[in-house]
């Protein structure tokens, strides 16, 4: 008998892909709704390994889906809401264009619509997950938000989104979650931290609505990615504010909710809500606690993990609790050329209270001629009046101040200064085998002291002070070898007790004081001597450390062997390069400081002339 | 041999019972039965029912045919074909006598109808049903608002106790009464929360805010701002490269012609085969005598002789047997060569390993950072954003972002593999000629004519 012949591509990679246009037969749904389902659902297109098999021999390049894709979609209910919906669709378009539009207003009053919180839940199975996909929703959102109602838009989504977006900063002021922030030309990019997790996220630079080329991006895509993450966005705020012991929805003002999106409301009405709506405190559930202090962390001694990791964790933690209380009581009062937004946004975070002219805005909580004001952010040249009170400093100053985790010296900032650049808090800490110079180290962290520093008049302490450290380094060598000779001994001593035994044999020739000695000996015995404290020999313990890196080193895989060495091997290269750099700054810092030394004595040899002359 | 015709067969089970029993007796008698009861019994029928009396004649026959329109008329009080299925075809009396009756619409209200009426006003009957109906009216008005804002209102602990509510089985079968199994059997997509098959790679290990560079800063040092133009640079030459490669293949490839020579070469083409104008001065034959020559000598088989061949045939052995020498001393001195050649062709070796090995790093690192092939169109590479120093302004009040986000995000989108790249198809309007139908035409003129009517007329009516 022979077998049926199997049919091509009937298994293997041809039945694992699917085209787009057989997955639209198979779903019975238009472009469109697939579309839209795909991007809900949130299935992707892939890439086939090898395209030929995977699209059953055809050529070009097609769009392909994998077929267990297209099953899980089958299975989705909302798939029969959009068959359902095609009915209205139809019933819509014949009014339109039978131009009879009180039916077809009527069709779209009663337009049903889909709820999706399912597929929230289906994606995002835990709230970590959501959480971990918030940068792209994020960043979508807050960009929709500035936009006005657009075509192939619907009209609430980016009132939705201004809403969204307002609740999920007072989240995070709350929370005091802000980590980082960077102003690029792009806009300002946020991080923060919740349940310990990073996001990121841009909001472009309050500027009137960009007009968008229509041929850039298709809007109804995007439309469709941003109604999934409002969906997605509201129920993470609706966790985050339960989380936070805060009443949701929060009451805001009355621009943000949909009924009201009828009155004509300009641009600068609805941002100048917004700010004023960042800048009320929530109200939160009765019964809640005000502070919520998080525990310290726990330390679980365990063998592999490094204590230098553990202690910098620690120190990390420290910080952060220091920066979460970094604005802490101080007043701000900003001008109105400064963006305020971003500047509300950060302060509120750190704990900071902030207001503006009431003339101008609303939602200003106290006046510019307030007293304890601390500071005032400016970004002008000059002021006509000036209050002595508060310091006048210029907007960067808050940004950096937040990414260097201390209120840094304003004398940098004041008002009319030229700034010191605004530097990324994004820079990878991987890359700390480059060469930093002094300078910028001390911008990086205040508290860095230069090894050399190049103030006049000093050179000679500090020439001691070299010197004293070079004794002590001495001196701990020192101690290090001897304390390895005494060892040597100690162990040298305890390895041969012939030498006692001798002693005791000695000792038996005398017959007559025998019984004497040996009373004695039992006493002797008996004695409590004093302890000798254990003595950890660092040299000795470095050697051992050595020995086993070593030996863990030869326990390095053969298939990551190379990888290992080239590693070990660029570090080392990269070791040099910053010890070659160091020093080359060095003899230049000498260099100058000779010179000027030099320069010293001479005008001082000048001066002795003149007078003597 | 012919097959027996069983005598006995089995009438044990039922099924044997049924299969060799012969009823169509039986069934050809209950049949009748039915039909009976239906038509009533045959016999008892008058014979006025069964049988008409002609009283035509042949008459008939010679009548006029109706006409078309005297066909439709008839046919407007036949009931339609398409209705004849609804009535009632049965004579099995209805079992009800006393159906509810309804009166037809506009029919005459009777003297009882009258009283009832009344009563039912006085109580207050009307009234209610209409306060009713307006209650009703706006409680769908509310719940349909409230479907509305499904969209809107986040009431759900997703990820704590609360579940999403099921979305296709629809409320009435939420009830209790129905089992789960029945609502599995007739709901099929119940089982909503389904295990997702895992995504594509580069959606999940490509981050969707890139850190950015910090040359991007609105106030960045100079080194760093130097780095990120050094990127673009590096992008712009890349990119003028792949123009000029594209040029030479394409544009370049072909010759360029002026248009006049191009005119010539058509004229010239159009004009082959032509006669052409006489010229003098050109005639070839002007100058010799006026015999025929052809163009090309008439071929001659002329044979070689055996000298020639035998020469022929030495030269070629000669050269066949210097090539033979060539080769074998070729093969004696390779010989010698032997290591040489060994190195050589391990270096090559060597090099073509090195070659194949450093090609296959590069790919890697292409496709760790290509933008997957999801559609004919490639997703564009990415730009990176930079602003010229002159337009760094260091202040926030006068940043101009040369990006546009949202384009950058949905570049973003796909080249992380969440959507394909395309080509957005703008659709081309349609150009409508306007023109005026000939009696539609309104001109100056007839503008001027009608208000001067107009004026007229209210002169007239004034006086």
Not at chain 1, 561 to 589: C, F, T
Not at chain 2, 124 to 136: F, H, L, P, S, T
């Amino acid at each position: 008998m022979v077998s049926k012949k199997k049919k091509k591509y009937s298994s293997g990679e041809g039945a694992q892909f699917m085209t787009r246009k057989a997955a639209l037969k198979k779903l019975q749904l238009t472009l469109k709704d697939f579309r839209r389902i795909c991007i809900l659902k949130g299935i992707y297109p892939r890439e086939p390994r090898n395209r030929k098999r995977a699209q059953k021999g055809a050529g070009g390049i097609k769009t392909l889906y994998h077929t267990k894709d297209i099953k899980f979609l089958l299975h989705e209910p909302i798939i029969w809401k959009l068959r359902e919906l095609k009915v209205y669709q139809q019933k819509i378009r014949r009014a339109r264009a039978m131009k009879e539009y009180g039916k077809m207003r009527k069709y779209f009053r009663d337009y049903p619509d889909i709820n999706i919180d399912h597929i929230v839940k289906e994606r995002y199975p835990t709230f970590v997950d959501a959480l971990r996909d918030l940068d792209d929703c994020l960043t979508l959102c807050f960009l929709f938000s500035t936009f006005p109602s657009l075509k192939r838009v619907p009209r609430d989504q980016s009132m939705l989104c201004r809403r969204l977006t307002v609740e999920f900063m007072h989240a995070v002021i709350t929370a005091k979650a802000l980590r980082k922030v960077f102003v690029s030309v792009k806009g300002f990019y946020y991080q923060v931290e919740l349940e310990g997790q990073t996001i990121t996220w841009i909001v472009p630079h309050h500027f009137s609505f960009q007009p968008q080329n229509k041929n850039d991006v298709d809007f109804k895509i995007m439309s469709t990615f941003v109604e999934f993450y409002t969906m997605m966005l509201g129920f993470v705020n609706f966790k985050l504010f339960h989380t936070l012991n805060l009443v949701y929805p929060p009451k805001l003002p009355a621009s943000f909710s949909a009924e009201k999106d009828k009155d004509l409301i300009d641009e600068h009405t609805y941002v100048a809500e917004r700010i004023a709506a960042m800048n009320l405190s929530l109200a939160r559930v009765e019964g809640a606690n005000e502070a919520e202090e998080l525990p310290e962390i726990d330390v679980f001694p365990t063998e592999d993990e490094d204590p230098k990791k553990l202690e910098e964790a620690k120190l990390e933690a420290e910080k952060v609790k220091k920066l979460k209380t970094l604005f802490k009581g101080l007043k701000f009062f900003i001008n109105r050329e400064v963006p305020r937004e971003p500047m509300v946004f950060i302060i509120r975070c750190f704990g900071g209270e902030c207001s503006w002219d009431k003339d101008h805005f609303v939602g200003a909580t106290f006046d510019e001629s307030d007293e304890t004001i601390a500071y005032q952010i400016v970004d002008r040249p000059s002021m006509e009046k000036q209050y002595l009170s508060r310091y006048y400093v210029q907007p960067q100053w808050v940004f950096d101040s937040v990414n260097a985790r201390t209120l840094l010296p304003i004398n940098k900032y004041l008002m009319g200064a030229v700034l010191p650049p605004h530097l990324s808090p994004f820079v990878d800490k991987i890359k700390d085998q480059v060469y930093i110079p002094p300078e910028v180290a001390q911008m990086n962290n205040p508290d860095f002291k230069p090894l050399d520093d190049d103030q006049s008049g000093t050179d000679i302490e500090e020439a001691s002070d070299e010197d004293k450290e070079e004794e002590s380094e001495e001196d701990s060598e020192g101690d290090a070898d001897e304390a390895l000779a005494k060892q040597y001994r100690d162990e040298v001593a305890e390895d041969s007790p012939s030498g006692e035994d001798n002693d005791d044999e000695d000792d038996n020739d005398d017959m007559d004081p025998q019984k004497k000695k040996l009373a004695k000996e039992k006493k002797k015995s008996m004695a409590v001597t004093t302890g000798v404290t254990y003595k950890e020999h660092p040299y000795q313990k470095e050697i051992e450390d050595k020995q086993a890196f070593r030996l863990r080193e030869k326990l390095v895989r053969k298939k990551h062997k190379k990888l290992y060495k080239s590693m070990k091997a660029g570090q080392e290269e990269r070791k040099k390069e910053i010890w070659l750099l160091r020093k080359k700054r060095r003899l230049h810092d000498e260099k100058v400081k000779e010179e000027k030394k030099a320069e010293k004595k001479k005008q001082r040899m000048q001066a002795f002339e003149a007078a003597t002359a | 041999m012919a097959v027996k015709k069983k005598k006995h067969v089995s009438k044990k089970n039922k099924k044997d019972w049924r299969k060799h029993c012969d009823i169509t007796d039986v069934e050809e008698f209950l049949e009748e039965q039915r039909l009976d009861e239906r038509l009533g019994k045959f016999e008892t029928k008058p014979d006025s029912e069964l049988f008409v009396v002609d009283t035509g004649g042949d008459l008939k026959d010679e009548e006029k045919p109706l006409s078309a329109k005297q066909k439709k008329r008839a046919k407007l009080t036949e009931v339609p074909k398409c209705f004849e299925i609804l009535l009632p075809s049965s004579k099995v009396p209805d079992p009800n006598k006393k159906r509810n009756h309804v009166n037809p619409v506009g029919s005459k209200p009777t003297a009882l109808s009258k009283l009832t009426e009344k009563r039912r006003l006085e109580k207050g009957v009307y009234q209610k049903k209409i306060e009713d109906a307006r209650k009703n009216r706006r409680l769908a008005v509310q719940k349909k608002r409230k479907a509305k804002q499904i969209r809107q209102t986040f009431d759900l602990d997703l990820w704590g106790k609360d579940m999403p509510k099921s979305k296709t089985i629809p409320s009435v079968l939420e009830e209790e009464f129905v089992s789960s199994e029945a609502k599995l059997h007739n709901v099929l997509p119940d089982q909503r929360l389904r295990a997702k098959p895992p995504l594509p790679k580069t959606v999940v290990t490509r981050a969707a805010v890139e850190t950015p560079h910090p040359g991007v800063s609105y106030n960045p040092t100079f080194q760093e701002h130097q780095e990120l133009l050094q990127n673009v640079v590096q992008h712009e030459q890349k990119m003028m490269k792949r123009e000029q490669h594209l040029n030479r293949v394409t544009t370049k490839m072909f010759k360029r012609v002026t248009a006049q020579e191009k005119e010539n070469q058509w004229k010239e083409e159009m004009s082959e085969g032509l006669p052409k104008p006489h010229n003098p001065a050109d005639d070839p034959a002007s100058d010799t005598d006026n015999e025929y020559k052809a163009i090309n000598p008439p071929v001659k088989n002329k044979k070689k002789d055996h000298k020639a061949r035998r020469k022929q045939r030495e030269r070629i052995e000669e050269r066949e047997r210097l090539k033979r020498e060539k080769i074998n001393k070729k093969k004696i001195t390779d010989i010698y060569r032997l290591r040489k050649l060994e190195t050589s062709i391990t270096k090559r070796e060597k090099k073509q390993q090195e070659l194949r090995a450093k090609r296959a790093i590069k790919h890697a690192e292409e496709a760790a950072t290509a933008a997957p092939a999801l559609n004919a169109h490639k997703a564009p590479l990415k730009e990176p954003d930079f602003v010229e120093p002159t337009q760094l302004s260091g202040d926030l009040l006068h940043i101009n972002p040369k990006t546009n986000l949202l384009r950058d995000r949905f570049e973003s989108l796909q080249r992380r593999g969440a959507l394909a790249a395309s080509k957005i198809m703008m659709k081309k309007k349609r150009k409508l000629k306007s023109y005026f139908k000939p009696g539609h035409k309104v001109t100056d003129q007839e503008i001027e004519k009608y208000i001067n009517k107009t004026q007229a007329q209210k002169i007239g009516v004034s006086h």
